[in-house]
């Protein structure tokens, strides 16, 4: 895929400022948050870390997924959680302040995950073969992009509360159209191949959604975490940073198609995060014991 002005300049600059204003809606409290319920934090980054990736995993190679599509999978599974994981938390009575910490712990997190999961995906599945490789000083290059501004979001905050709050709703509805022009222009681009592609991949991803929504809730449930925590752990499994796989995926790797599962799944996660939180209404309440 041709590297054109507006994959090399303008993709970075525009996912700037969508972490921007990330970095508008966290402060301090938000990291140290973790010591007031680690085992929350613990339980919930374990399944967006350790049991994502390994569940999209099992789900390539039962589908005997295409290498680059394999690869777009991967970097799915691999990106963190998507700050509108706090919006459906929010709707349907999560721990929304869990959200925010575990968005906020996972995003540097993945600085160091996110490469190597893909790294590995593009070697495991001979990627290279396709054309495609990992250029980690591009990958560096991205992971500065997304904290720097995240770091002066932060900053402008504790500075000008109120220049952070007129700022931070616009650049929200930028995130939104952003998303959705990214994932038309990459299904555009692969228009010739988009049936084959989502008949591939799109059961695929729904299954992983569906999936990370629902283990993910009744894992934490398990493991003794409330109601409130339990439906802000589904969410962070299951509602994934989208617009940065597929900014990845046409940036640094310069691969419409590794961009696809991620264009389907933005689709996917908010038919299903409606749907779950519905279900989760009708759900009985029931007693958790107090973890020991």
């Not at 569906?210 to 589904?234: I, K, T, W």
């Not at 989760?280 to 020991?292: H, I, K, N, Q």
Request: include cysteine.
């Amino acid at each position: 895929m041709d590297q054109s002005p507006a994959l090399t300049i303008g993709l970075p600059i525009a996912i700037g400022i969508v972490m921007l204003g990330l970095g508008l809606s966290l402060t301090r409290a938000d990291f140290t948050r973790v010591r007031e319920a680690p085992r929350a934090v613990i339980v919930a980054l374990g399944l967006q870390m350790l049991f994502l990736p390994l569940l999209a995993y099992g789900l390539i190679r039962l589908f005997d997924l295409a290498p680059l599509l394999a690869v777009g999978v991967m970097l799915l599974a691999a990106s963190p959680g998507g700050t509108t994981a706090g919006m459906f938390s929010y709707l349907f009575r999560g721990d929304v302040a869990l959200n925010v910490t575990l968005t906020a712990v996972n995003s540097v997190l993945t600085i160091v995950t996110l490469p190597l999961i893909t790294g590995w995906a593009v070697s495991h599945f001979n990627a290279e073969s396709e054309g495609v490789g990992v250029q980690l000083g591009k990958f560096g290059g991205v992971v500065v992009l997304v904290l720097l501004p995240v770091a002066i979001g932060m900053w402008l905050r504790s500075v000008r509360p109120q220049i952070a709050e007129r700022a931070e709703r616009p650049i929200k509805a930028f995130a939104i159209v952003f998303l959705v022009v990214v994932a038309i222009g990459a299904i555009v681009a692969e228009r010739d191949n988009i049936v084959e592609y989502t008949r591939s991949a799109g059961l695929l991803v729904t299954i992983l959604c569906a999936l990370a929504l629902s283990v993910g809730y009744a894992v934490a449930r398990g493991l003794r975490l409330d109601r409130a925590q339990g439906v802000a752990a589904a969410y962070e499994v299951g509602i994934q940073n989208t617009t940065l796989a597929m900014t990845l995926a046409l940036s640094v790797m310069g691969s419409t198609e590794i961009a696809i599962p991620a264009a389907v799944y933005s689709i996917v996660m908010n038919i299903f995060g409606f749907a779950f939180g519905i279900a989760l209404g009708r759900m009985p309440e029931r007693a958790v014991a107090p973890a020991v």
